[in-house]
C-alpha cells in the first residue's frame, strides 16, 4: 500500500495521507542550524548539538505520536485545523507534504481555504524559515485567524527534561513588535537566544505554554484558540512559548502570504560578558531583515535547490529502471549527506541526548560523502584520528562540539582502528590526496602527542598486528562491528602458553570480522606504503596480510561459511556445531570482499550459504538460527528477542556487503537482487508493512523470526546510506575510485543493456556510457576514452584534464 509517490523531477516524495505508518521525516539545514520536521510539521531544532543548544521541544516516545512541532492553525468560524492535520487531527478536504532536498511543503485545505507551510533553513543564516500562504479559494469573503505555536525547550535537552526544580523559575522572554525573544539562561551564560517572529503586525500573542494552551489544555485544543483571542502573556519561568495571533480577511480568490522565522543568535565571544541579562538585538534584527518579502525567501529557496541541485549531480545514472535512479541521483545521496551532518545524533529514533560521534561509524559514513564534500571529509578524518590512542586502539565516539573521545564510553571496539584506513584510503582513491598523510594529528587530543597521519595508520595496523589470539586472529576487545556481540563479558583467563604481544582490550575472544577488515585495508595500506616508496614496510604489511589469509583459511572456515568468532572460551560462534547462531552474515560479507577465499572456491560456497540459510524476501538476516535464550558468553546480541537487531534482524548495514561480495564472484544478478530486497524506493508498495520512509533506508527490517517480518524501524541515522551507496555506485555501477584513477567495473544484471553516468572525480567530469550488448553480469571487453581504447579498465588521471568522454563495452 502506498501512502504518496515520488515526484523525480522536483526530486520531492509526496505524502499524500497525514496517517502514514509512522511519522515519515526530514531535515532541514545543511551547515549548522538543524530542525527535523515530519509530514505533520512535527519535529525540533538546534543549533550544532542537538543535545545542549535545543531551541524547540520534543516529547520522544510519547502520545499521541509525533508530540510537538512548529504549528499553524486556522481559526474559522467554530472550525479550528492545521495544514498538516496535526495537533488538531481535524479531518482535512484536501493534504498534501512534499519532503524535498532541505525543504518540506506541507498544504492542506478546508472549506475552500488553502493554507501551505513550506519550511527550510537558508544556506548562510541560523533560522527555519516557515512561509505561510492562505488562499481563499470560495466565493465569499473569509475572515479568520491564523495562530502559530512552538515550545521552546532550556537549551539542554537532557536537563530540559530532568531537572523540573530548576527548570520551572529559569524561563524568561521579551517581546517587541512581532518579535518573541526567547532568553532562558542568557543572564547565566549570556551567549545565545532564540527569536521567533512574523513578519506582520500581529492581533496577539503568547510566551506562556498554561496561558495559552490552558491549565489541563493541549495543543490538540490550546484555550486561546478555541477563545478566539491570545493572552499576551509574558512567561515567567514554567514553560515558555512562541504563539502569535494574526487577523486575516481573504476576498474570493485572494491570497496571503505570511513569514514566520526561529532563529539562534549568538554573541561575538568578546561581547559575552557585556550586557548582564540585556540581550543584544542586533544580530537578530540583522537575521530578520533579510527574510521580511516573499522575493527574500523565494531567493533564499531557490539558492538552496541551487545548492542540493549542483551537489547531487556529482554523481548520476540514467538506466531504464527508475528505481535505481531515483535513489542512486537523489534519495540515497540525500541521506548519505544527512548521516554526515547528524551522523547518530538526532532522529526519530535517537534522542540527540545520547550519542557522539561514533570513530566506526564516521569513518562508515565518509565512504557515502567523501565524492560530494571531499573538503569536509579530509576535516572528518582528523578529527577521528585525534581521538586515537598511542597504541593504536581509539575513543569510541567523540563528542561533536568539543571533538574530545567520550570518556564514558572509552575504547576496547578492536574493529575501530582499521576503520581510520578504511577511511583514510576511500578519501585518498577520492582526491589523490596523499598530503593529508602529512598532516600532524594529535593522539587523544594531546597536541604535545602529535604526529602525522600516516603514523596515525601504522598504529591502527600494528594495533590488530600484535591484539591477535590463539587462532592467530585478531581479538575483539568488547565487540567488533556487531556492537552486541560481547565475547568477553564472561571471561576466562588465557592458558598460560597463550601470549599476545601487544596490549590487549579484553581476553581471548577472536573475529573473523576483523580479520576480513585486516586483509581488505591493510591491502589498500600496503598499496599507500608503496606509492610513498616505503617499500620495506609495505612488503611486510603484505606479508602480514598473508599470514592473516593463512589464519582464516586454517580456523576461521566452517566447511559452509566463515566462523564468525572464537568466545573467550576459544568455543567458536557462528559454527555448525553450534545449537543456535550457526551462520553469521557479517564474515562471509567481509571475508569475501576482502577476496579471501575466492581462489580456493570457498568464498563462492559462503555464499551459495547465505542464500540458502539467511536470506528472505525483505532481505538477509543477521544471522540463523536466532537466539532463543540469554547466552552469557556472548552478551547483548542474546538479549534481543528472536528476529530483532543484532539476534536476527535484517541489519540493512551489512546485506550490501553481500552484494558487494557477490559483485567480487561476478554474479550480477544476485548482488542486484541483493540490493533490491533492501532498497527503500522498491519497498514503496509495501509501506503498511515497512512503515518507515520509503525515500530512506532504516537501521533495521525485522528478520524471519520475528512477529513483523517486513517491518523496518531506525531510519535515517545508519550505515547503510553509506554502504548501499558505495555498493550501487562502485560495484554494481562499477565507478570506482582508486589510487591510480576512475575504474570502470560494472557488476549489473544481465537484462540490463545501457546505462549512462556522470562523475565528478578529482574535479574533472567523466561522462560514461556502458554498453552491454551481449548480456553479461561482468567483465568489460573494451575500453575508450575520449576516443582512444586504452588497456585494462582504469582511466588514468591526467592532471588538468577537466572532461573525460569514456565508452565502456562488457563482454568476455
Ligand atoms: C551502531 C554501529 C554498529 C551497529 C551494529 C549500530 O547501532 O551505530 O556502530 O556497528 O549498530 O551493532
Redesign the pocket.
Known amino acids: 500500500m502506498n501512502y504518496g509517490y515520488f515526484d523525480d523531477v522536483e526530486k520531492e516524495y509526496v505524502i499524500t495521507t497525514p496517517k502514514t505508518p509512522l511519522p515519515w521525516i526530514n531535515y532541514l539545514g545543511c551547515e549548522n542550524f538543524f530542525s527535523l520536521i515530519s509530514n505533520t510539521g512535527g519535529g525540533y531544532s538546534f543549533y550544532k548539538d542537538a543535545k545542549l543548544l535545543r531551541l524547540t521541544r520534543y516529547r520522544y516516545n510519547n502520545t499521541p505520536l509525533d508530540n510537538n512541532g512548529r504549528y499553524y492553525y486556522i481559526k474559522e468560524n467554530d472550525t479550528i485545523w492545521n495544514p498538516g492535520w496535526q495537533p488538531t487531527q481535524t479531518e482535512l478536504d484536501s493534504y498534501s507534504c512534499h519532503h524535498g532536498l532541505g525543504y518540506t511543503k506541507m498544504s492542506g485545505q478546508k472549506n475552500n481555504l488553502d493554507a501551505s507551510v513550506t519550511a527550510f533553513v537558508p544556506i548562510g543564516d541560523n533560522c527555519e524559515i516557515n512561509k505561510v500562504t492562505l488562499k481563499n479559494n470560495g466565493t465569499e469573503s473569509k475572515t479568520f485567524s491564523l495562530f502559530s505555536y512552538v515550545e521552546f525547550c532550556l537549551w539542554n535537552a537532557v536537563d530540559d527534561m530532568t531537572n523540573f526544580q530548576r527548570n520551572y523559575s529559569t524561563g524568561e522572554v521579551e517581546v517587541e513588535d512581532s518579535c518573541i525573544y526567547h532568553k532562558t539562561e542568557y543572564r547565566e551564560r549570556r551567549n545565545h537566544y532564540a527569536v521567533y517572529s512574523v513578519n506582520a503586525p500581529v492581533t496577539g500573542f503568547d510566551t506562556d505554554r498554561e496561558s495559552f494552551l490552558g491549565t489541563y489544555g493541549s495543543p490538540a485544543k490550546p484555550e486561546a484558540i478555541i477563545n478566539g483571542s491570545s493572552k499576551d502573556s509574558i512567561a515567567s519561568g514554567w514553560s515558555p512559548i512562541g504563539s502569535f495571533h494574526v487577523s486575516i480577511t481573504l476576498e474570493p480568490g485572494e491570497e496571503k502570504t505570511y513569514i514566520f522565522l526561529l532563529g539562534y543568535i549568538e554573541n561575538k565571544e568578546e561581547e559575552k560578558w557585556e550586557s548582564f541579562g540585556v540581550i543584544n538585538k542586533k544580530p537578530a534584527r540583522e537575521l530578520l531583515s533579510k527574510y521580511q518579502t516573499v522575493s527574500q525567501v523565494d531567493d533564499a529557496l531557490a539558492a538552496l535547490r541551487t545548492h542540493w541541485d549542483r551537489l547531487l549531480s556529482r554523481f548520476t545514472v540514467e538506466t531504464a529502471d527508475e528505481k535505481l535512479c531515483r535513489m542512486v541521483n537523489i534519495w540515497n545521496q540525500y541521506q548519505c549527506m544527512v548521516t554526515f551532518n547528524m551522523s547518530?545524533s538526532a532522529s526519530y529514533y535517537e534522542s540527540g541526548t545520547g550519542r557522539g560521534m561514533?570513530f566506526?561509524?564516521s569513518c562508515q559514513d565518509l565512504l557515502g560523502f567523501v565524492h560530494l564534500i571531499p573538503e569536509s571529509a579530509r576535516q572528518r578524518i582528523l578529527d577521528i584520528a585525534a581521538t586515537q590512542f598511542e597504541n593504536g586502539s581509539a575513543y569510541h565516539q567523540y563528542q561533536p562540539l568539543t571533538k574530545k573521545g567520550n570518556a564514558d564510553i572509552g575504547s576496547g571496539f578492536n574493529d575501530d582502528p582499521l576503520w581510520l584506513i578504511a577511511g583514510t584510503a576511500a578519501y585518498i582513491k577520492e582526491t589523490g590526496d596523499y598530503g593529508i598523510l602529512d598532516e600532524s594529528v594529535a593522539f587523544d587530543n594531546d597536541l604535545s602527542k602529535a604526529e602525522s597521519l600516516l603514523e596515525h595508520l601504522r598504529r591502527s595496523f600494528k594495533f590488530t598486528t600484535t591484539n591477535r589470539g590463539p587462532h592467530n586472529l585478531p581479538l575483539i576487545g568488547r565487540?567488533d562491528?556487531?556492537?552486541?556481540l560481547n565475547l568477553n563479558c564472561f571471561s576466562k583467563v588465557p592458558d598460560e602458553s597463550f601470549q599476545t604481544s601487544g596490549p590487549s582490550e579484553g581476553p581471548v575472544a577472536e573475529s573473523l570480522f576483523i580479520a576480513g577488515m585486516y586483509v581488505k585495508y591493510g591491502n589498500d595500506f600496503n598499496a599507500i606504503l608503496n606509492h610513498l616508496g616505503h617499500i620495506d614496510e609495505a612488503n611486510t604489511v603484505n606479508a602480514n596480510v598473508a599470514a592473516m589469509y593463512d589464519s582464516v583459511l586454517k580456523s576461521g572456515w566452517d566447511g559452509e561459511w566463515f566462523l564468525r568468532a572464537y568466545d573467550a572460551a576459544s568455543e567458536k560462534v557462528g559454527s555448525n556445531e553450534c545449537e543456535e547462531g550457526k551462520i553469521f552474515i557479517e564474515p562471509q560479507g567481509f571475508c569475501v570482499m576482502a577476496g579471501i577465499g575466492v581462489k580456493e572456491g570457498l568464498a563462492a560456497k559462503a555464499l551459495v550459504s547465505v542464500e540458502k540459510y539467511l536470506d528472505t524476501q525483505y532481505g538477509i538476516v543477521l544471522l540463523q538460527p536466532t537466539y532463543s535464550k540469554y547466552y552469557l558468553n556472548l552478551g547483548e546480541i542474546s538479549t534481543y528477542p528472536p528476529g530483532y537487531k543484532?539476534n536476527g534482524g535484517i541489519?540493512c548495514?551489512n546485506n550490501p556487503w553481500i552484494s558487494i561480495a557477490e559483485t567480487v564472484l561476478g554474479h550480477g544478478n544476485r548482488a542486484f537482487d541483493v540490493y533490491k530486497k533492501t532498497c527503500p524506493a522498491y519497498l514503496e508498495d509495501i509501506s503498511d508493512i515497512h512503515r518507515t520512509e520509503p525515500y530512506v533506508y532504516s537501521?533495521m527490517i525485522a528478520g524471519i523470526d520475528a512477529p513483523h517480518h517486513g517491518e523496518a524501524k531506525n531510519s535515517w541515522l545508519?550505515?547503510t546510506a553509506a554502504w548501499t551507496f558505495t555498493n550501487v555506485s562502485q560495484h554494481i555501477l562499477g565507478i570506482r575510485p582508486d589510487f591510480a584513477g576512475l575504474m570502470i567495473d560494472p557488476c549489473i544484471p544481465s537484462t540490463t543493456k545501457k546505462l549512462k553516468i556522470t562523475r565528478v572525480f578529482r574535479n574533472a567530469q567523466y561522462n560514461i556510457i556502458i554498453k552491454n550488448p551481449n548480456g553479461v553480469e561482468k567483465g568489460i571487453s573494451a575500453l575508450s576514452v575520449d576516443g582512444k581504447l586504452i588497456d585494462g579498465n582504469i582511466i588514468p588521471f591526467v592532471e588538468g584534464q577537466k572532461s573525460y568522454d569514456v565508452v565502456a563495452f562488457m563482454g568476455n
Open positions: 547518530r561514533g566506526r561509524d565487540a562491528w556487531n556492537d552486541c543484532e541489519f548495514h537501521q545508519t550505515g
